[in-house]
T-cell receptor
Framework: AQKITQTQPGMFVQEKEAVTLDCTYD???????LFWYKQPSSGEMIFLIY??????QNATEGRYSLNFQKARKSANLVISASQLGDSAMYFC?????????????FGDGTTLTVKP | NAGVMQNPRHLVRRRGQEARLRCSPM?????VYWYRQLPEEGLKFMVY????????ESGMPKERFSAEFPKEGPSILRIQQVVRGDSAAYFC??????????????FGQGTRLTVV
């Protein structure tokens, strides 16, 4: 079984500052993928970034980076230079190597509010 | 992810009625996944379908819920005799068959079901 834990129900950050959203996971799969999604108030799920368990480097996508610490089973999302449009719900998710692409386990999310 | 089409976007049903949610996957995708998002929670996997086959329905409630993905036409998630607890956002995702974990599943914009 897989489990994702996001311990921060809500976070606040000042515009233009960086923020870290926490995610820890548990799985028995030898290889797995970790994902972050953004859900704005309009409700759609927007893919942000992916990290493979055997990737040597932490993933980066523009202002998003993933701080992957395999031994600690953590995959924190770092958003640099926060913008007002970053205010949204953020979900961490994972898939194991014995599941087809698409069947994911999600955390309960963190609501990020960017203050002007 | 605009390619995954869900309709309707919003659906209101009275208790005891039936709800039908439709999902057309992205072009070229033959795998469809349904998720449910209760208020203030993350997405929970319900069912995984390929054309004319249910592959994994481990997250589907045993009663009143059914899903299909016919040879022609969209995937349908059907909820019979809806109750207030069925009020949620229902998301559909689609993907290509792949053994690579970094293939993200593309999400539709969801159907928000309200049972009154």
């Amino acid at each position: 079984a897989q489990k994702i834990t996001q311990t921060q129900p809500g976070m606040f950050v000042q515009e233009k500052e960086a923020v870290t959203l926490d995610c820890t996971y548990d799985t028995s799969d030898p290889s797995y993928g970790l994902f972050w999604y953004k859900q704005p108030s309009s409700g759609e799920m927007i893919f942000l970034i992916y990290q493979g368990s055997y990737d040597q480097q932490n993933a980066t996508e523009g202002r998003y980076s993933l701080n992957f610490q395999k031994a600690r089973k953590s995959a924190n999302l770092v958003i640099s230079a926060s913008q007002l449009g970053d205010s949204a719900m953020y979900f961490c998710a994972m898939r194991g190597d014995n599941t087809n692409a698409g069947k994911s386990t999600f955390g309960d999310g963190t609501t990020l509010t960017v203050k002007p | 992810n605009a390619g995954v089409m869900q309709n309707p976007r919003h659906l209101v049903r009275r208790r005891g009625q039936e709800a039908r949610l439709r999902c057309s996957p992205m072009k070229g995708h033959s795998h469809v996944y349904w998720y449910r998002q209760l208020p203030e929670e993350g997405l929970k996997f319900m069912v995984y379908l390929q054309k004319e086959n249910i592959i994994d329905e481990s997250g589907m409630p045993k009663e009143r819920f059914s899903a299909e993905f016919p040879k022609e036409g969209p995937s349908i998630l059907r909820i019979q005799q809806v109750v207030r607890g069925d009020s949620a956002a229902y998301f559909c995702a689609s993907s290509q068959r792949t053994d690579s974990l970094d293939r993200e599943a593309f999400f539709g914009q969801g159907t928000r079901l309200t049972v009154v």
